[in-house]
């Protein structure tokens, strides 16, 4: 139904930084909410950023200020751009995709929660060692 492959992901020294890549087939993009989940061993996954159909976004606060997440439709592409990475940010990178609706709520609300979306990659691993 809808089809996520991530790329980007690489062993990088902290400080420096990586940008994410998404390329989603399927549906019709521009109408899929998405977002950016991450995992560490031994940790549960959890929200890094996301972004609505509307293009409003939201961030985990630990990542505010280093990490862009955007959206090319043109290219059915989702990126995050991750500046200043730090050791705690190593894990595996995950992009999730969701249906929208076409109701105002559906277009405009950024999902926070894994529960919240349907479809996801196969995870790319990012590692910035200290």
């Known amino acids: 139904q809808v089809q996520l492959v991530e790329t980007g992901g690489g062993l990088v020294q902290a400080g420096d930084s990586l940008r994410l890549s998404c390329a989603a087939s399927g549906r019709t993009f521009s109408q899929l909410g998405m977002g950016w989940f991450r995992q560490a061993p031994g940790k549960e996954r959890e929200f890094v950023a996301g972004?609505?159909?509307?293009?409003?976004?939201s961030y985990k606060d630990s990542v505010k200020g280093r990490f862009t997440i955007s959206r090319d439709n043109a290219k059915s592409t989702l990126y995050l751009q991750m500046n200043v990475l730090k050791p705690e940010d190593t894990a595996v990178y995950f992009c999730?995709?969701?249906?929208?609706?076409?109701?105002?709520?559906?277009?405009?609300?950024?999902?926070?929660?894994?529960?919240?979306?349907?479809?996801w990659g196969q995870g790319t691993q990012v590692t910035a060692s200290s």
């Open positions: 999730a995709a969701r249906v929208g609706g076409l109701g105002l709520m559906s277009r405009t609300r950024v999902y926070s929660n894994e529960a919240d979306y349907e479809f």
């Open positions: 972004i609505s159909w509307s293009s409003s976004t």
